[in-house]
């Protein structure tokens, strides 16, 4: 079946980087376009980037535009999120997605960022 397993999330200062990792498996990973969602206290699960299937394209919420950067591992069956400048806002579970007629979520690695 599918499964999907988030990890790297922690707590850092504001300003500072993590790198989220998201293993994949139960499906031709090559074949799909992988999403990353964050869903902060309070709010609804949003969007905040995707990668194509072969890796080449990419899309990013305005929120997370040049400070995030998705990018996939076809071989390794992973699909990752590096985080850079991070905010107060950026605050949320964050989740991997394997989007399209169902939705797969992973279980959500806990990002907090504060002084």
């Known amino acids: 079946q599918v ?20 293993a994949a498996s139960g499906f031709t990973f090559r074949d799909y376009i992988m ?3 964050r869903q902060a206290p309070g709010k609804g699960r949003e969007s905040i980037a995707n990668v194509s299937p072969d890796g080449t394209g990419t899309d ?3 929120s ?6 998705i990018s996939r591992d076809n071989g390794k069956k992973m699909v990752y999120l590096q985080m850079d400048n ?5 605050t949320a579970v964050y989740y991997c997605a394997r989007t399209g007629i169902t939705t797969y979520w992973g279980q ?4 907090t960022v504060s002084s």
Do not use: A, I, M, N
């Open 86 to 90: 991070l905010r107060s806002d950026d």
């Open 60 to 62: 990013y919420d305005e």
């Open 3 to 22: 499964r999907l397993v988030e990890s790297g999330g922690g707590l850092v200062h504001p300003g500072g980087s993590l790198r989220l990792s998201c």
């Open 64 to 69: 997370v535009k040049g400070r995030f950067t």
């Open 108 to 111: 959500g690695t806990q990002v």
């Open 35 to 37: 999403t990353w969602y």
